[in-house]
């Protein structure tokens, strides 16, 4: 089984920035891929941005250009630093890692809201 964490969502102005991070534990898997979602209120989740075990990378319309997806040098962990942030980027965001077999495993969520 695979426990996902994530960590580093907060309140910032808008055109600020903020840093989440997320990272898996267990034993016995390999990863094929990490990627960052998130749900607003009354919304369904989307996509934010993905990045596969050989470093492929695909972000959401609306974020290209202002978030970038980083795996760390563990490779069990991934990073989401988001620039210039809109108030419409306020959502909770998931950290989702899949692994050999598609067992798609999910973390409890961070908020990150942007507000003056």
């Known amino acids: 089984q695979v426990q996902v964490v994530e960590s580093g969502g907060g309140l910032v102005q808008p055109g600020g920035s903020l840093r989440l991070s997320c990272a898996a534990s267990?034993?016995?898997?390999?990863?094929?891929?990490m990627g960052w979602y998130r749900q607003a209120p009354g919304k369904q989740r989307e996509l934010v941005a993905l990045?596969?075990?050989?470093?492929?990378?695909n972000y959401a319309d609306s974020v290209r250009g202002r978030f970038t997806i980083s795996r760390g040098n563990a490779k069990n962990t991934v990073s989401l630093q988001m620039n210039a942030l809109k108030p419409e980027d306020t959502a909770a965001y998931y950290c989702?890692?899949?692994?050999?077999?598609?067992?798609?495993?999910w973390g409890q969520g961070t908020q990150v809201t942007v507000s003056s």
């Open positions: 267990g034993s016995g898997f390999s990863i094929v891929a």
């Open positions: 990045i596969t075990s050989d470093g492929t990378t």
């Open positions: 989702n890692v899949i692994t050999f077999g598609g067992s798609a495993n």
